[in-house]
């Protein structure tokens, strides 16, 4: 398998425009999970799927982030406008088994530059 | 609300030493924790799991060991080599997934 992967791998765009991040699990995982790594505030989990379904998504930050898994091989993270303050790197997990007892295997991220 | 705390924030040994990196929770009621490492400019790779009922997993040079009860899990680096130089980071799982900043290591050749 190839792993998580993550597209595009760096992304840069003005403050108002519209970002869309994409990311394929690895098969067979039913958990996904998106993150937001920054150097103030670490990694934080901002929302996570379970067999497409949104379970928590208490950690998006804004109205302006939203995520969508239309099937089991595809998800995206989209913010609209974006601001200067989602700088950041975006990262996609997945895992597989069940939650109180699966590992999570990290794509690549995507490095995210609104000016 | 759990809050997970990584000391120290970086750390600097000469090769071939062992060593230990922290990891504390503030809340026990975990369902497991997990230790990965993050090279710059790159994601993170899973090093290990261990479930809230075990009380340590090994993996090679590595050792990591969970005591829920005093909030504390410690990961083990045997002989340690330039290779491992990277940044190490713990997540705790409860009914969220709460990582800690993380340990930055550098081993000196």
């Known amino acids: 398998d190839a792993g998580v992967i993550q597209s595009p791998r760096h992304e840069v765009t003005e403050m108002g425009q519209e970002v869309t991040l994409r990311c394929k699990p690895i098969?067979?995982?039913?958990?996904l999970f998106w993150y937001r790594q920054t150097m103030m505030r670490g990694l934080e989990l901002l929302i996570y799927?379970?067999?497409?379904?949104?379970?928590?998504d208490s950690g998006m930050p804004e109205d302006r982030f939203s995520a969508k898994m239309p099937n089991a091989s595809f998800s995206t993270l989209k913010i609209q406008p974006s601001e200067p303050r989602d700088s950041a790197v975006y990262f996609c997990?997945?895992?597989?088994?069940?939650?109180?007892?699966?590992?999570?295997?990290f794509g690549p991220g995507t490095r995210l530059t609104v000016l | 609300k759990q809050e997970v705390t990584q000391i120290p924030a970086a750390l600097s040994v000469p090769e071939g030493e062992n060593l230990v990196l922290n990891c504390s929770f503030t809340d026990s009621a975990i369902y497991n924790l997990q230790w990965f490492r993050q090279d710059p400019g790159k994601g993170l790779t899973s090093l290990l799991l261990i479930q809230s009922s075990q009380r340590e997993q090994t993996s090679g040079r590595l050792n990591a060991s969970l005591d829920k009860s005093s909030g504390r899990s410690t990961l083990y680096i045997a002989a340690s080599q330039p290779g491992d130089s990277a940044t190490y980071l713990c997540?705790?799982?409860?009914?969220?997934?709460?990582f800690g900043k993380g340990t930055r290591l550098h081993i000196l050749p």
């Open positions: 098969s067979g995982h039913d958990y």
């Open positions: 997990a997945s895992a597989g088994g069940d939650y109180t007892n699966n590992e999570q295997f």
């Open positions: 799927f379970n067999n497409n379904v949104p379970i928590d």
């Open positions: 997540a705790v799982r409860d009914d969220k997934i709460i």
